[in-house]
């Protein structure tokens, strides 16, 4: 099935990205979470190495890495899933799991979305949305789950089952599902991985309002910087189960602490260099060496939007477009100077009148310009 709302078996309601009216989500009563020196393991291989972590309560939290890092892992320690092997976890400064506490998952107050959705396909939308709802009279949780539905704009559809519904009004009913016993935490796991671009847009942009109106602080986890930063009013950075940095997304982008924190929020010219009296010394000439011990070799970093460009001969090193290629608002240029092993990577505005062939001088805006410890960089 189509993971677009253009799906023909979504029934007519597939080309409206309608939800429900705005400040109709029922709220909650926001818990903070704590992780204190998390460790696990699968069979003697490490998934997360003593990592410890605050989320207020209220707050949207990403967590970001690649596959593999241990944030899907941390989650489900969270969700009480899985349990540890060392360390603890607090819910409103309360031990919920540690060396002689563990509190099961339906006692944590705590919702899960799942990356597939995890519908029950024998089920209704209205019963897969009321499954969480077992402490209710029966009235009572068909009417909060429908006041769900209705929230992310599915309440018509409730009879109907999830075949018969796309990928993005799946997403829609999975959230339902997860709010409705009112969780103070929600964890979602790659909750839009699975939807078509142009609707994940939408979806995500729509997700985070109803997230907010109910008011649960959240953790989501994610590979996609562009989403984290989109999303969280703080990120975490993931690396082979350790924490490498987290704050808000301008903190991470503008100040990384390392290379590989660097390369995850954007593409990157890397060169080598070394620290003398009067900066860095680069092919690319003298860069600021903020803070780096004189003689020190170090990796510098230049963003492709801070490649500037003049005309041959002017404020410079010398250097040669050897490729254009246009990708909608900028366009992205190829240029070889000498001393470098690969040509650097430039981003300029679209329909500029660089072409391939010309020779230019190449300077580098400062404030796309980092620079790290040789020792540091090693990624």
């Given at each position: 099935?189509s993971?677009?709302?253009?799906?023909?078996?979504?029934?007519?309601?597939?080309?409206?990205?309608?939800?429900?009216?705005?400040?109709?989500?029922?709220?909650?009563?926001?818990?903070?979470?704590?992780?204190?020196?998390?460790?696990?393991?699968?069979?003697?291989?490490?998934?997360?190495?003593?990592?410890?972590?605050?989320?207020?309560?209220?707050?949207?939290?990403?967590?970001?890495?690649?596959?593999?890092?241990?944030?899907?892992?941390?989650?489900?320690?969270?969700?009480?899933?899985?349990?540890?092997?060392?360390?603890?976890?607090?819910?409103?400064?309360?031990?919920?799991a540690?060396?002689?506490?563990?509190?099961?998952p339906?006692?944590?107050?705590?919702?899960?979305?799942?990356?597939?959705?995890?519908?029950?396909?024998?089920?209704?939308?209205?019963?897969?949305?009321?499954?969480?709802?077992?402490?209710?009279?029966?009235?009572?949780?068909?009417?909060?789950?429908?006041s769900?539905?209705?929230?992310?704009?599915?309440?018509?559809?409730?009879?109907?089952?999830?075949?018969?519904?796309?990928?993005?009004?799946?997403?829609?009913?999975?959230?339902?599902?997860?709010?409705?016993p009112?969780?103070?935490?929600?964890?979602?796991?790659?909750?839009?991985?699975?939807?078509?671009?142009?609707?994940?847009?939408?979806?995500?942009?729509?997700?985070?309002d109803?997230?907010?109106?109910?008011?649960?602080?959240?953790?989501?986890?994610?590979?996609?910087?562009?989403?984290?930063?989109r999303?969280?009013?703080?990120?975490?950075?993931?690396?082979?189960?350790?924490?490498?940095?987290?704050?808000?997304?301008?903190?991470?982008?503008?100040?990384?602490?390392d290379?590989?924190?660097?390369?995850?929020?954007?593409?990157?010219?890397?060169?080598?260099?070394?620290?003398?009296?009067?900066?860095?010394?680069?092919?690319?000439?003298?860069?600021?060496s903020?803070?780096?011990?004189?003689?020190?070799?170090?990796?510098?970093?230049?963003?492709?939007?801070?490649?500037?460009?003049?005309?041959?001969?002017?404020?410079?090193?010398?250097?040669?477009?050897?490729?254009?290629?246009?990708?909608g608002?900028?366009d992205?240029?190829s240029?070889?100077?000498?001393?470098?092993?690969?040509?650097?990577?430039?981003?300029?505005?679209?329909g500029?009148?660089?072409?391939?062939?010309?020779?230019?001088?190449?300077?580098?805006?400062?404030?796309?310009?980092?620079?790290?410890?040789?020792?540091?960089?090693?990624?």
């Open positions: 099935m993971q677009e709302d253009t799906s023909p078996n979504s029934k007519g309601l597939g080309n409206s990205l309608d939800w429900g009216a705005r400040g109709t989500a029922s709220a909650t009563i926001a818990a903070g979470l704590v992780f204190e020196n998390i460790s696990h393991d699968y069979d003697g291989v490490a998934s997360v190495r003593d990592l410890s972590l605050s989320i207020s309560p209220g707050e949207i939290l990403c967590l970001i890495g690649h596959s593999g890092c241990g944030k899907t892992t941390l989650m489900r320690i969270a969700a009480g899933v899985e349990r540890q092997s060392r360390g603890k976890v607090l819910i409103n400064g309360r031990e919920i540690g060396d002689a506490v563990f509190l099961p339906e006692k944590r107050g705590v919702g899960l979305m799942f990356q597939d959705y995890a519908l029950f396909p024998h089920m209704s939308i209205l019963a897969n949305v009321m499954f969480g709802l077992t402490g209710l009279p029966k009235k009572e949780a068909e009417t909060a789950a429908l769900a539905l209705g929230r992310v704009g599915l309440a018509d559809y409730a009879a109907d089952f999830p075949h018969a519904l796309s990928g993005g009004e799946q997403q829609r009913v999975a959230l339902a599902r997860a709010l409705v009112r969780p103070g935490i929600l964890l979602m796991d790659e909750p839009f991985s699975g939807l078509d671009k142009r609707l994940r847009d939408n979806v995500r942009d729509q997700t985070l109803v997230i907010r109106e109910t008011r649960a602080t959240c953790i989501i986890v994610t590979h996609d910087p562009e989403e984290a930063m999303m969280g009013d703080r990120i975490a950075l993931m690396r082979r189960g350790r924490l490498v940095q987290h704050g808000p997304a301008a903190e991470l982008y503008n100040d990384p602490v290379l590989f924190a660097a390369r995850f929020f954007s593409e990157v010219n890397q060169v080598e260099g070394r620290v003398t009296s009067a900066g860095v010394e680069t092919p690319l000439g003298v860069v600021k903020n803070g780096a011990a004189q003689n020190e070799k170090v990796d510098v970093c230049i963003r492709p939007q801070g490649i500037c460009l003049n005309k041959a001969g002017l404020c410079g090193v010398p250097g040669r477009i050897v490729s254009k290629r246009f990708v608002e900028v992205l240029l240029i070889v100077i000498d001393g470098l092993d690969h040509p650097l990577k430039a981003r300029v505005r679209a500029s009148a660089w072409e391939p062939g010309m020779d230019v001088a190449v300077d580098a805006d400062p404030k796309d310009v980092l620079v790290f410890s040789r020792k540091e960089s090693q990624v």
